[in-house]
């Protein structure tokens, strides 16, 4: 989704330089040729020529003549094709650009500032899943950088005010960027620096962002530090560090600090519904590994909850291989549950479902997990403490030992979950206060509902004992819808 995104920003970009250079190069023609207002025509005609689009500009022009010529033009659009939702790609109140003119004999283009007051982009998709953005004669697709000779850009400053930048997605709605302000320096070939405010789905944030030279570093593969600040009304962020191999994005060492003071006023911001949880915390370092990622001192806090350890991600197998050591001293279960059930609910799976619900993603990845939680906080369950290991291999999930504190009880447990079959198979070894109990259960899809079929063994059994933990748990729901019972024998 990131690289997309940034792959529109390039495309239209790219665009907007074309207009830019074009307006550099009519600027030397000026000055060779004189009055400004005669170049009105050929411009309009070059840029239109370069886009594959109608290029207007419906302002005043006008010119500063020196070694450093700057020229503004006012008024400006950028034609869309004619299945876009509005005439205009792009329109630019005044457009403000200022070059170096001797090293335009040596082959080498450089912007000394480049100021857009008031532009306006509105970025779509056709029906045919067409772009707005991607111009006559290019791709929407990525493409080996030219690195022949020609005209070397370098921008020296960066302005944008009272500028919007939206996104019209599939659904209709549109997603905006505004900017008050941005100032960037040295963005391209020297120390840069980021400066902007402004909203983003009329979310107020600031953004402060300094690093090494991002061409620079492209090219040369030098390390680039970096050092990123950004702040909304409910949300803190800071990225320190620094990426060995920019390139690649290898040599990642990147330290990750993200709090706030209400988690579901985020919901604008990623489009996503968010538990009403309270005040929340995150820091972690980032780093790559051979074939992923890991995140190393993670801790985070959501409400009264808290979890820390560390989570690496392996992508270099034939299949996703996660890895955890995680602890908590506190998981308010109760809060965390109900936060949940603020949020839309998943489809259901149909009831004669030939799996049960998750069952397909076991055979998708690998996991190893260690969780160690100290107090579980919940009226609702008695279950009080957990520590487990799990293993997750080519479908196949153990949990060995799984131990946790059941209604003032101890429960010791090993569990296999076999999925790699069409019907998985469920084995269970568990010794809960005074109770024994093995079983052995498989799964098989029906006309109304699943079956559980097998059998489930009690080697030592204190009735009175189990009752109180099975009503400790025993809740007011809604009625079980009708169907078919589980096919059990059970042996006492």
Do not use: C
Not at 50 to 61: D, H, N, P, S, T
Not at 353 to 374: C, F, M, N
Request: glycine fraction near 6%; avoid cysteine.
């Amino acid at each position: 989704m990131a690289s997309k995104a940034i792959r529109r920003i390039v495309k239209l970009l790219a665009g907007l330089f074309v207009v830019s250079l074009t307006l550099v190069l009519v600027a030397i023609g000026i000055l060779l040729y004189g009055d400004v207002a005669l170049l009105r025509k050929p411009l309009q005609d070059m840029t239109s020529a370069a886009l594959g689009r109608e290029v207007r500009i419906g302002g005043a022009m006008s010119l500063e003549r020196s070694r450093e010529p700057r020229l503004v033009v006012e008024d400006v659009s950028i034609a869309n094709p004619a299945w876009a939702s509005r005439p205009q790609l792009a329109t630019i109140k005044r457009l403000d650009i200022r070059i170096e003119l001797q090293p335009l004999f040596d082959g080498d283009l450089r912007i000394i500032r480049l100021a857009i007051d008031g532009a306006d982009v509105l970025l779509e998709r056709g029906p045919q899943q067409q772009a707005n953005w991607v111009f006559d004669g290019a791709t929407d697709q990525p493409v080996e950088e030219d690195r022949g000779p020609g005209v070397a850009p370098r921008l020296d400053s960066l302005e944008i005010e009272n500028s919007v930048l939206a996104y019209r997605q599939a659904s209709g709605e549109v997603a905006s960027l505004a900017l008050e302000r941005l100032q960037a320096s040295r963005t391209l070939t020297e120390a840069s620096r980021i400066e902007a405010r402004g909203t983003y789905r009329d979310e107020p944030f600031e953004l402060d962002f300094s690093g090494a030279p991002i061409l620079n570093s492209l090219e040369q593969n030098v390390p680039w530090p970096v050092m990123l600040k950004l702040r909304s009304a409910y949300l803190t962020a800071s990225v320190n560090g620094t990426v060995a191999q920019p390139a690649s994005f290898k040599g990642v060492a990147l330290d990750i600090a993200i709090e706030g003071q209400r988690l579901e006023k985020l919901e604008p911001l990623v489009q996503t519904p968010l538990p009403v949880i309270g005040s929340y915390r995150l820091t972690a370092s980032l780093a790559d590994l051979d074939a992923g990622y890991s995140l190393s001192e993670l801790a985070l806090q959501l409400g009264k909850s808290d979890l820390r350890g560390e989570i690496s991600l392996l992508t270099g197998g034939p299949k996703p291989r996660i890895a955890a050591r995680l602890a908590s001293t506190s998981v308010h279960l109760e809060a965390l549950r109900a936060a949940v059930a603020q949020m839309p609910k998943q489809q259901a799976p149909p009831a004669n479902a030939a799996t049960p619900p998750g069952v397909a993603l076991l055979r998708k990845i690998d996991a190893e997990l260690e969780l160690d939680v100290q107090e579980i906080v919940d009226t609702a369950i008695p279950l009080t403490r957990l520590s487990l290991t799990a293993r997750l291999a080519d479908g196949r999930l153990t949990l060995k030992p799984l131990d946790a504190r059941i209604a003032k009880h101890a429960l010791a447990a090993d569990l296999i979950l076999d999925a790699t079959e069409a019907q998985p198979q469920l084995e269970l070894s568990a010794q809960l206060g005074d109770n024994q109990l093995s079983a052995k259960l498989s799964w098989a899809a029906a006309a109304e509902r699943p079956i559980l079929n097998g059998r489930i063994t009690a080697k030592q059994l204190n009735v009175a004992q189990l009752d109180r933990i099975v009503a400790a748990f025993v809740q007011p729901r809604e009625p079980r819808p009708k169907g078919r019972l589980p096919s059990l024998d059970i042996e006492r």
